[in-house]
């Protein structure tokens, strides 16, 4: 469902899957969806589909299609879930799960409710580096986690005479609401649930060019968020779209009591890790370069520091959600993380509206 660039991107995986990890369940590429029917026609010869429609209760009917992939926009996320649940298929959905804490929560509780197959795109925790860093928290080489700090930082917004486009035209398409997800679903996936918050919000170009001339931002370009988690652990987590300079950072720091993580997107092949175990004078943060002793990068390439990309971790993401299909177990992040990320949202603009420290479990 969507052709385009998420579209694309799972097109791809979808043909790469079988090959890279021999999985027991292989991918056709039955249908795909767009918004017109030559539009659909021409990305189904392209991406290798075997049919094509402009109305997508027609691909959820299709006998032939077994599973849904959703990279349309996210206003368009629940009513399709809603379906193809009701239909008794698998979906997998772009984040952010829903436009709304309201379609997060009802699109959970349908798929909760089905006990069918569920998957959330959140692809950048796939990453190999950010697989071993689970790997090395939870295995206790860090010690006890003391704080954590996350960023997404991207600059496609920066110029403030970039036009209007639909990312700052829709109330859920802005910067919190669109871009922040990744890194709140990787620090919740790091260091545990987030039991309260505060944020602040700004929208630091309030308007920019459009058709008719200038016209009014309708979201936010940046926020601060400062959390105190479940855990006790005290941490922050910072995005922008404005950020000059960064490209994609995505980046976490993890300090611990036995040592410290470190990981940016910018360099996605690289580990830094800190181990205080280690005797004075032989300290200091260490790159670990992901090779295949690490996870799922052996799929992708047999030579240490060679990388794997973006594209690689949609190829991952394929596996999870036919392995989910297989197994009927359920796989991380499903459609109740999903729904974690979008309370901390919710929570975080209640917090900057209401200038105070909001718990999660408000929502």
Not at 89 to 110: H, I, N, Q, T, W
Not at 199 to 218: L, N, S
Not at 304 to 323: K, M, N, P, S, W
Request: with cysteine.
């Amino acid at each position: 469902m969507g052709t385009g660039y998420m579209g694309k991107a799972h097109s791809v995986a979808l043909k790469a899957v079988g090959a890279r990890f021999d999985t027991g369940l292989r991918p056709v590429c039955e249908v795909i969806c767009s918004t017109t029917a030559e539009g659909a026609a021409r990305k189904a010869a392209e991406y290798g589909f075997n049919a094509s429609t402009s109305r997508w209760q027609e691909l959820i009917a299709n006998p032939r299609v077994q599973a849904i992939v959703i990279a349309s926009p996210q206003t368009t996320h629940r009513a399709i879930a809603l379906a193809a649940f009701a239909a008794g298929k698998p979906v997998f959905c772009e984040k952010p799960l829903g436009a709304s804490l309201e379609d997060a929560r009802a699109m959970a509780a349908a798929a909760a409710e089905s006990g069918i197959p569920n998957m959330v795109g959140f692809n950048y925790i796939r990453a190999p580096a950010m697989q071993l860093a689970h790997q090395m928290i939870g295995g206790g080489e860090i010690g006890d986690i003391v704080h954590v700090r996350g960023e997404h930082a991207e600059d496609f917004l920066a110029d403030p005479e970039e036009p209007a486009n639909w990312r700052t035209r829709d109330a859920c398409a802005g910067n919190l609401g669109d871009l922040s997800p990744h890194i709140i679903n990787a620090v919740l996936r790091l260091a545990g649930p987030i039991e309260r918050l505060v944020a602040d919000v700004q929208t630091v170009h309030a308007t920019r060019p459009g058709g008719k001339g200038r016209e009014a931002v309708a979201n936010d370009d940046q926020a601060n968020l400062l959390c105190r988690f479940e855990s006790g652990t005290m941490g922050s987590i910072t995005v922008s779209r404005v950020a000059t300079g960064s490209k994609m950072r995505y980046a976490v720091e993890i300090t611990g009591t036995k040592g410290a993580l470190r990981f940016d997107a910018e360099d996605q092949n690289a580990l830094w890790f800190y181990d205080a175990r280690l005797r004075r004078g032989r300290q200091g943060f260490a790159k670990l370069l992901t090779g295949p002793d690490h996870p799922d990068f052996g799929a992708f390439c047999e030579g240490a520091g060679h990388g794997t990309g973006y594209g690689d971790q949609i190829v991952i993401e394929a596996r999870d959600f036919l392995r989910a299909i297989e197994t009927r177990a359920a796989i991380f992040p499903t459609f109740r993380d999903g729904l974690e990320v979008s309370r901390v949202i919710a929570a975080a603009f209640r917090s900057h509206e209401e200038r105070r420290w909001v718990r999660i479990a408000e929502f």
